[in-house]
């Protein structure tokens, strides 16, 4: 299993929607269920910086997630960038295992 890790800074005015899109069960998850690698997602929300969010996406593998991304390509980056709005930044802290 890996975790692919990913640090936000959402709008303050985006919060909510945010939140709802990037959610266990929000818009992300929805789209990523459609692969049988995918395990679910974590949202985690820093109580000393509210604009920052991480989430924790959790495959089988590397190359699950790398053959998913390719096969969809074109609906991720249009889901990917309808989702910009809802943030300042975007940063892919990593892809972990657990040990």
């Not at 929607?17 to 049988?36: I, K, L, N, V």
Request: charged letters at 30%.
């Amino acid at each position: 299993m890996i975790q692919i890790v990913w640090e936000f800074h959402v709008r303050e005015e985006q919060r909510s929607d945010f939140e709802r899109h990037y959610a266990a069960g929000g818009t992300w998850a929805e789209f990523f269920q459609r692969d049988a690698a995918y395990k679910g997602t974590q949202l985690l929300h820093d109580i000393t910086d509210p604009s920052r969010y991480v989430t924790i996406d959790t495959w089988e593998d590397e190359d699950s997630y790398g053959a998913f991304r390719a096969v969809n390509r074109q609906e991720y980056s249009a889901l990917d960038q309808q989702m910009e709005a809802l943030t300042e930044s975007e940063k892919r802290l990593g892809v972990f295992s657990q040990l």
